[in-house]
């Protein structure tokens, strides 16, 4: 059996690669769809694609970090509430005259504020989980020895 690069699983290989295999985030509760190691050459080979992965996490969370601190920044006109699939229908949200996230409840009584600020805590959710996840893929770059 040989290691994926990017799970730390092992893994059958096929013709020198790792083969396809689902892979379990342990910062979310769900599985992607394939690992991003399958298809590439084993851990106690290669290096090259946890590298890759890497740069490209990193590249993806400081975009999003971007997108947040603009999101924050300059509240949008007008959000989307997303209503119960059986009850209600999605309702548009209008943006208070005098709203400022710096002061504003996180908590506050406008359904506005307090869509906004869910918005704000999910996007601060998945950069954490992001950042484990990117801080994970180095302490397993770190342990990697060339054979």
């Known amino acids: 059996m040989t290691t994926c690069q990017i799970c730390g699983r092992e893994i059958k290989t096929v013709r020198g690669r790792i083969a396809r295999h ?14 991003e190691g399958a298809g590439y050459p084993p851990y106690e080979e290669s290096k090259d694609r946890l590298v890759d992965y890497i740069a490209i996490c990193t ?65 601060y959710i998945r950069a954490k989980s992001d950042a484990a996840l990117i801080d994970r893929l180095q302490q397993h770059l770190k342990a990697w020895k060339a054979p």
């Open 22 to 35: 689902k892979y379990k985030r342990p910062e979310y509760a769900w599985k992607s769809s394939d690992c």
């Open 59 to 123: 590249r993806e969370n400081d975009d999003k970090l971007k997108l947040d601190a603009y999101f924050r920044s300059n509240p949008p006109p007008t959000l989307v509430r997303e209503g119960s699939w059986t009850l209600y229908a999605p309702e548009i949200l209008k943006r208070p005259k005098n709203f400022n996230p710096a002061t504003e409840e996180m908590f506050g009584r406008l359904p506005y504020s307090r869509l906004f600020f869910r918005y704000v805590r999910i996007s």
